[in-house]
């Protein structure tokens, strides 16, 4: 019998431990042993409103036990797709599994997650983990690089010219992601803004340069805002080219509103907006990681224990770390 400890959140930021005795893995599923699960800025939310099932979703493990007709051999190392897609819609047919007309839950949001020593999950969605990617950077290529990517590649299909400039408004995980990925995309000019310094000095680090001008119209031919906040939509749209694709991939509680000014009426542009990427871009995300995963990793993660969850929140929530990983085996 496999006793697993698990994370709740009951609410009001109050995180207790569990364990669980696990029975046998149900069909169609895999079990993981947790080897690294990241906080995600969304997890506030569950902190705060308390959750009915073990929360994380950006999860790297190895898989231990597998429902014989999944053919999922143990040992195999693995990310978590959030999002069971049930692989029969036109869109999934297609590929495009984050479109999935009939998307039942998502991992860490309605079925368990990651903040725990073991996960089940439904066998699509386990992505082996090529032997060169460590899975302390395979874990990158959920939510911060292949949301990136995706959301990239969504923008660059709008432009007719391979696009010269990019402005990253919000310089947490993601629009660090968003960093990385257009390099390796080979957009030659990517500037940054965010109001925290240390969070541009990272985004300086990976080689953005500081957007100097914040109130000039026509300057950016994608203009990327990752923060959710109601100023860096405005200061997007502001800044966007005719022509160009403002890329909304931050989330907030806030309506996200079309200001109706003189500016946006007379701007003809792209409004682009993505939440996560479909499995067919997973072996080019592989490629994104493999030039700049690790230098991600060694930027952003601070490793820590499951028992120091609670702990790992506060930094979070504080903003001392950027992206804590929870790391429950040895990350290999
Ligand atoms: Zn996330
Ligand atoms: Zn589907």
Redesign the pocket.
Known sequence: MTTNTTARFSGDGVITFQDVAMGPVRAGEVRLRVEVCALCGSDKRLLASGSPVVPGHEIAGVVVDAADSTGTAAGTRAIVYIPV?????G??RRGQ?NR????GELIGWQRDGGFATYVDVPAQCVIPVPDDVPLDVAVLGLDTVGTAAHGLRLALRTQSEPPQSAIVVGCGPLGLGVIAVAQALGIPEIHAYDPNAGRLALALELGAKEASDLESHNQYDIAVEVSGAGQARALAQRVIVPGGAVLALGESNDPYTMPATPRWRRTDCFTVRSFYFPLDEVDGNWEVLRRCGAFLRDKLAHPLTLAELPEAFDTFVAGVHLKPFIVTGAAS
Do not use: H, N, P
């Not at 897609?85 to 819609?89: A, E």
């Not at 999935?100 to 998307?103: H, K, R």
């Open positions: 897609y049930c692989g029969q819609c869109q999934c599994t999935c007309l009939d998307l």
